[in-house]
């Protein structure tokens, strides 16, 4: 799949964390989600088995880096757990394998201090948010001095826009829309900021802000299952193509949206997704600057080929 000494970088991982509550809980719409979520897991053969309870006692950590050699992924960047800090242990475990990003909401009185927590002491490389679940406008001028403090040290921002949730979940909110974030990725130019999932419905939007902001990434992690509901053609390969045309592939990532197990690893999507640029002739270097080259050097980590010299020199 990829030349000799490469390894996958993957973006875009979650360790299990509490997901908040998006809505009232209403019988009919949780059906309609149950019903959805299961014509799902057949076409995606996400299987139903329930785990081993031997398997469940092990840290995640420890099952994390067995699913990455099996299907030999470099590393992985998780954006979500419990806690920062028990986020942050798990990592400590194969630090040279994972990383990680603070998770908590950025509207609370403590967010920056919280912030700094855990970029200095627990050493977490990022902030990951939720656009639909974040009640205040980004640009508030209360967040200033948390965007102030991201540019400082330059740090990565995963937002995730768009839909939200299974089938009956969040379509609507005052920053759902990728261009939410605009006027404060137009001011702190140095934040780069990574839209998953293409944009997750808001494809031309998100297209938009990243011909205006040079400093806004695209993450191609999850299914994209959502393509399919819009109303004009739209699929893996309208979404790679059009991406490259207008940002190249160096402001692209690969990421899965793997999220635990029994499922682990969503080697699928990395199969699909590899596929379709190949299948549009990306350049080898594009391929490897999409996989994984370009996470590494957002997260300021060794490039895959400096890993690769660096193990070469260890074998002599």
Known sequence: ???????????????????????????????????????????????????????????????????????GIGGMNFLTGPTNDELAEQISR????????ASHPIEGPDALTELQRAVDELGLKGYKQFGPLTPISYDDPSLRPIWA????????????FGMLG???????????????????????????????????GYFRELLHLCWSCPNVYVDTSGSNQWTRWMPYELNLEILFRKTRELIGAERIVFGTDSMGFPRGYHYRYLQDQVRVVRELRFAEEEIEAIFGNNARKLLNLPSASTISDQEERTRK
């Open 1 to 71: 799949m990829f030349r000799e000494g490469f390894k996958v970088f993957d973006i875009h991982g979650h360790m299990p964390y509490p997901f908040p509550r998006l809505y009232e809980a209403h019988e009919q719409i949780a059906e309609y989600g149950r019903e959805r979520a299961e014509r799902m897991r057949l076409t995606w053969d996400f299987g139903s088995a329930k785990e081993n309870p031997a398997e469940q006692a092990r840290p995640l950590a420890d099952r994390w880096k067995d699913e990455l050699d099996k299907y």
């Open 94 to 101: 194969a630090p040279d394998r994972f990383t990680g990003f």
């Open 149 to 160: 403090f991201l540019a400082e040290r330059r740090l990565p921002v995963l937002i995730h």
């Open 166 to 200: 299974h089938a009956g979940g969040i379509v609507e909110h005052r920053n759902i829309n990728p261009l939410a974030i605009f006027n404060v990725a137009r001011e702190y130019t140095d934040i780069p900021f990574v839209i998953p999932h293409f944009g997750c």
